[in-house]
T-cell receptor, first 117, second 114 residues
Framework: AQKVTQAQTEISVVEKEDVTLDCVYE???????LFWYKQPPSGELVFLIR??????QNEISGRYSWNFQKSTSSFNFTITASQVVDSAVYFCALSEGLIQGAQKLVFGQGTRLTINP | GAVVSQHPSRVICKSGTSVKIECRSLDFQATTMFWYRQFPKQSLMLMATSNEGSKATYEQGVEKDKFLINHASLTLSTLTVTSAHPEDSSFYICSAKNRGTEAFFGQGTRLTVV
């Protein structure tokens, strides 16, 4: 069965610090997608990244970077030089099946990130 | 990216009444829509998957007679919470996808049953 674990329920750091959000997943499939979403207090889900299981290249987008390691079934997310606007709940998610694109998502428990000024 | 609009964003209803939530894909045809529920400070849990023109597939533990899902067109799916009770108070969020694309989320609906 699919499972996503975000062991850190809450993280609080001071602005400008770097912070890494951990994500560990379980799946029996060899083909799958991994996602990160940001959920601000307003509730909507903001898509951050999608990575397929065949692409282990790390990705950097501005202050955001992702480290995908199949050997440890992890897909960690790092924010460098954090800002107050980064405060939100962040979800890691997994879906199986590559042929027809992303199917239903299994979400982790979420990590509530608070950036203090 | 593609836009998915969910309406209403907030709704308060009396216990025992029914509430309908709409999920629309504004600039693409959604062959599949997903409905999730999120209780306060918890994760999102998939409730059901609906494909246009066919019956929804419900996840284990979700009452199909209580949470009616209709996906009558390629741009609209509705979730009706029937005979709502306070324990149904939650954040409901839909996502929509076309074949071969990723799913895009609506803004969510915060339901409060009093």
């Amino acid at each position: 069965a699919q499972k996503v674990t975000q062991a850190q329920t809450e993280i609080s750091v001071v602005e400008k610090e770097d912070v890494t959000l951990d994500c560990v997943y379980e799946t029996r499939d060899t083909t799958y997608y991994l996602f990160w979403y940001k959920q601000p207090p307003s509730g909507e889900l903001v898509f951050l990244i999608r990575r397929n299981s065949f692409d282990e290249q790390n990705e950097i987008s501005g202050r955001y970077s992702w480290n995908f390691q199949k050997s440890t079934s992890s897909f960690n997310f790092t924010i460098t030089a954090s800002q107050v606007v980064d405060s939100a709940v962040y979800f890691c998610a997994l879906s199986e099946g590559l042929i027809q694109g992303a199917q239903k998502l299994v979400f982790g428990q979420g990590t509530r990130l608070t950036i203090n000024p | 990216g593609a836009v998915v609009s969910q309406h209403p964003s907030r709704v308060i209803c009396k216990s025992g009444t029914s509430v309908k939530i709409e999920c629309r894909s504004l600039d693409f045809q959604a062959t599949t829509m997903f409905w999730y529920r999120q209780f306060p400070k918890q994760s999102l849990m998939l409730m059901a998957t609906s494909n246009e023109g066919s019956k929804a597939t419900y996840e284990q533990g979700v009452e199909k007679d209580k949470f009616l899902i209709n996906h009558a067109s390629l741009t609209l799916s509705t979730l009706t919470v029937t005979s709502a009770h306070p324990e149904d108070s939650s954040f409901y969020i839909c996502s929509a996808k076309n074949r071969g694309t990723e799913a895009f989320f609506g803004q969510g609906t915060r339901l409060t049953v009093v």
